[in-house]
Structures are given as structure tokens and as C-alpha cells.
């Protein structure tokens, strides 16, 4: 059996190398590099989202509407949060969002807006959204009229589903005014017209807001559906 020993000498470190390694750690570690942004310039994080005012809706199908959003848990144990800086000018265009669905809805005077809140040191930001729903618009009266011969008007509106649609669609008598709903609407009228054999039905949703009502500070609205069987 035989062993092999092997020494090798070590050699000295040049004092230019040891000067060269104290410096790495000052160049790369302490020293910010050019393309870091300053924090102290940066825009707060939008963390969090408040409603107030808003009755007929919750916050939660208010938040649906509004482009503006919240880092999650995660993101923040990550600290992955520049996707969520805060841009007033977007908040506004939620602000703007919020009264579209709401006039849409039937409350053609709803406000709101935006207040936003920032933090002592800067960094952190919340917005309140604020809404004044206003007076919901309702329907005082609904009409369907036929444009047709009596004999084909009279077994249309003798037809037990199309009384039963008439009474109930979304633009019925007492029920609010909603726009959004005026594609449902003629589609189930023209659907119907279909299955009782007229194959090109033309339906149409006519509306009209009553003058005198708008004085005592109650909406009120009359709506027509036209049809041609």
C-alpha cells in the first residue's frame, strides 16, 4: 500500500488584491447605483378604499366599478407594490365611473367624490369615495303598443306569457328606471313576438321624464314599448 503526500506552498496575497476585495463590498453594497429611484420621491401606495354615502349598492359592487385597487398580503410582505402608486387623475376618472353606473341604475342625479388622504410620512395613501345617490327615478306609467291589425293585437295581448311579461319586465309600472335595462327589455319582447309566430318583430323602448315632477323633487317617468308584429 503505498501513500502519496503532496505539499504545495502558499503563497502571499498581494496587498493590492486585499485593497481590491475591501473595496467590492463599498462599490456594489453601499453605494446606490444611478438607475435606483430616490424613495422619498416616490408616490405613495394606494392602501386603502373607502365608500360612504352609498346606500342602495354595497361597497363591494362599488369596487367592481373603479379601476383603482389595493396590494394584496402578499404583496406587501414582498414589498411588490409599485403597481399600486396613486394617480389622482385615474381616481378621478373612478369618480366619474361610480356616477355612470349609478345614473344608469336610475339615479340620474348621482355625485360622487374622490377624497384622498395621505399619510404622515408620505408613503402610504387611502381614498374615501363619497356618494350622494340622489332621488331614484321611477316609472309612473308603462305602455306596450301595438302597431298591428285588431285581430293580430288582440291575440297578441290575449297570450297568458306576454300579460305575464308585460307586467313584470324591468320597465314595468312602479319599478325604477334603468337604461342598462333597456337591451333586456326589447329582447324579451321580441323574443316573445317570435314564439308566437311573427319572425321580424320591431320593438323599441320610448321614455319620457315627467316636467311637472321634477318641481316636487320626485322623478317620475312615463315609457312606451312600440311593436310591429
Known amino acids: 500500500m503505498r501513500t502519496h503526500l503532496s505539499f504545495c506552498r502558499k503563497r502571499a496575497v498581494s496587498p493590492f488584491l486585499w485593497a481590491l476585495f475591501l473595496c467590492l463590498p463599498m462599490l456594489f453594497g453601499m453605494t446606490p447605483l444611478p438607475h435606483q429611484p430616490d424613495p422619498e420621491k416616490e408616490p405613495p401606495v394606494l392602501y386603502q378604499i373607502r365608500f360612504e354615502g352609498n346606500i342602495t349598492y354595497p361597497s363591494l359592487v362599488l369596487r367592481e366599478q373603479i379601476a383603482a385597487a389595493t396590494p394584496s398580503l402578499r404583496e406587501r410582505l414582498f414589498r ?24 344608469r341604475r336610475g339615479f340620474p342625479n348621482a355625485v360622487v367624490v374622490a377624497d384622498l388622504r395621505v399619510k404622515e410620512n ?26 298591428a291589425d285588431s285581430a293580430t293585437e288582440n291575440r297578441i295581448r290575449g297570450d297568458r306569457a306576454f300579460v305575464a311579461l308585460v307586467n313584470n319586465h324591468a320597465m314595468a ?4 328606471y334603468q337604461p342598462i335595462f333597456t337591451t333586456d327589455v326589447t329582447g324579451a319582447f ?3 313576438l317570435e314564439e308566437m309566430g311573427y319572425p321580424w318583430p320591431e320593438v323599441e323602448v320610448v321614455a319620457e321624464a315627467d316636467k311637472e315632477a321634477e318641481g316636487d323633487g320626485d322623478a317620475e317617468l312615463d315609457q312606451e314599448a312600440e311593436g310591429d308584429g
Open 80 to 103: 411588490r407594490v409599485g403597481a399600486y402608486t396613486v394617480d389622482p387623475d385615474e381616481l378621478q376618472k373612478d369618480a366619474i365611473r361610480l356616477e355612470r353606473f349609478y345614473r
Open 122 to 147: 408620505g408613503r402610504r395613501a387611502s381614498v374615501t369615495f363619497r356618494v350622494e345617490e340622489g332621488l331614484a327615478q321611477r316609472i309612473v306609467r308603462s305602455e306596450v303598443v301595438i302597431h
Open 173 to 176: 309600472e312602479g319599478k325604477r
Open 190 to 192: 321580441r323574443s316573445m
